[in-house]
């Protein structure tokens, strides 16, 4: 199957209302050319799951900004107001939650495993609503796993068959993600043929993703 699609094909693949993983840490290592595709577009209702919301001008944030999201599940929310003001005044439903717990949650949703439990939280309005387990007499969280329609991830280098190296601290969550959605869009910075990438660099393996579109 051939991987390499347009940036039209690949927004077919997105629909209102879908639960979307957007990679990225503070916009670093964040699919821009395909955000900014997606806020042309006009999908909306969408809910995200991301590390945090970015700035206005950059990464998942700009979504926020142009009003398509209408729940984001993230860690912080970065340095975008916008997400505050929105949360305030009720039109944008922000859920918090620790940032290792984030990532363990999407692990488990590629893993296939029902979620992870955690100490984090005990005792503080995090774990309202929660179910507790207690294992050799300490109490945990159970912090089910999250899984997407569609993860949205950025390659540094991807070769044609969907291979993917990430530079430096590009890679946060973006290889997490690409395990845990039902379809993986990978927009890569530099598009290299089969071969040219060192097998030991490779961070997520081709298996994972479904499609790539060049930046």
């Known amino acids: 199957m051939k991987k390499v699609i347009t940036m039209e094909q690949a927004l077919d693949h997105?629909?209102?209302?879908?639960?979307?993983?957007?990679?990225?840490?503070?916009?670093?290592?964040?699919?821009?050319k395909v955000i900014d595709a997606l806020i042309e577009k006009?999908?909306?209702?969408?809910?995200?799951?991301?590390?945090?919301?970015?700035?206005?001008?950059?990464?998942?944030?700009?979504?926020?900004?142009?009003?398509?999201?209408?729940?984001?599940?993230?860690?912080?929310?970065g340095t975008n107001k916008e997400t505050g003001r929105l949360m305030n005044e009720g039109k944008l439903e922000v859920v918090l939650v620790p940032q290792g717990t984030l990532?363990?949650?999407?692990r488990s949703g590629g893993a296939g495993l029902g979620g992870v439990l955690t100490p984090i939280?005990?005792?503080?309005?995090?774990?309202?609503?929660?179910?507790?387990l207690?294992?050799?007499?300490?109490?945990?969280?159970?912090?089910?796993?999250?899984k997407a329609d569609v993860a949205l991830i950025?390659?540094?280098?991807?070769?044609?068959?969907?291979?993917?190296?990430?530079?430096?601290?590009?890679?946060n969550f973006n290889p997490l993600m690409a395990t845990a959605a039902e379809?993986?869009?990978?927009?890569?910075?530099?598009?290299?043929?089969?071969?040219?990438?060192?097998?030991?660099?490779i961070m997520t393996p081709s298996l994972f993703v479904n499609y790539i579109v060049k930046a």
């Not at 939280?121 to 507790?132: L, N, Q, R, Y």
């Not at 207690?134 to 999250?146: C, M, P, Q, R, S």
């Open 183 to 201: 379809v993986v869009i990978v927009e890569a910075e530099e598009l290299v043929k089969v071969g040219e990438l060192d097998p030991h660099l």
């Open 134 to 146: 207690i294992i050799d007499g300490k109490t945990f969280l159970l912090e089910k796993a999250l």
């Open 42 to 77: 006009g999908v909306k209702d969408l809910t995200i799951i991301g590390n945090d919301t970015g700035f206005v001008d950059r990464g998942i944030g700009k979504l926020v900004v142009s009003g398509q999201a209408k729940k984001v599940i993230v860690s912080h929310i």
């Open 154 to 171: 950025f390659g540094s280098k991807v070769d044609e068959k969907g291979n993917v190296y990430y530079h430096e601290s590009t890679r």
């Open 103 to 106: 990532a363990e949650q999407v």
């Open 121 to 132: 939280g005990i005792g503080t309005p995090v774990a309202e609503g929660k179910d507790h």
């Open 14 to 32: 997105i629909k209102d209302g879908m639960t979307i993983m957007i990679g990225g840490f503070l916009a670093c290592g964040s699919p821009e």
